[in-house]
């Protein structure tokens, strides 16, 4: 899609050399890019502090070693936890316990 913009070139220039670029599309490509993700993060830092946890809830009883894998992921090389114990801290996870 092509797009018209007016940019400072002063601006876009400086931008190129800095990110080592070699043209003014992969600057404002990145840009955008940079921008998205900021926003994303923005977005993130709201949520700190609005999960509420049970009154009776214990951090430290949760096994270290509990992954979260979302239901669609189809990956099998994800560490699985089936012990109720934490892991010791000079243990890895995919590390075979025998």
């Known amino acids: 899609m092509t797009t018209n913009l ?3 070139n002063k601006l876009i220039e400086e931008a190129r050399l ?3 670029h070699r043209t003014k599309k992969a600057v404002v490509a990145e840009a955008l890019l940079e921008y998205i993700q ?3 993060q ?3 830092i709201g949520l700190f502090g609005t999960i ?3 009154a009776d809830y214990k951090y430290k009883k949760v096994p270290r ?3 979260w894998v979302p239901r669609d992921c189809s990956r099998s090389n994800l ?3 089936n012990s109720e114990e ?3 801290s000079n243990r890895r996870l995919n590390e075979d316990p025998g």
């Open 52 to 54: 509420e946890y049970p």
């Open 6 to 8: 007016a940019i400072d």
């Open 79 to 81: 560490p699985i936890c």
């Open 38 to 40: 900021r926003r994303k």
């Open 42 to 44: 923005v977005e993130l």
């Open 65 to 67: 070693c509990f992954v």
């Open 18 to 20: 800095l990110g080592q």
């Open 86 to 88: 934490p892991i010791k």
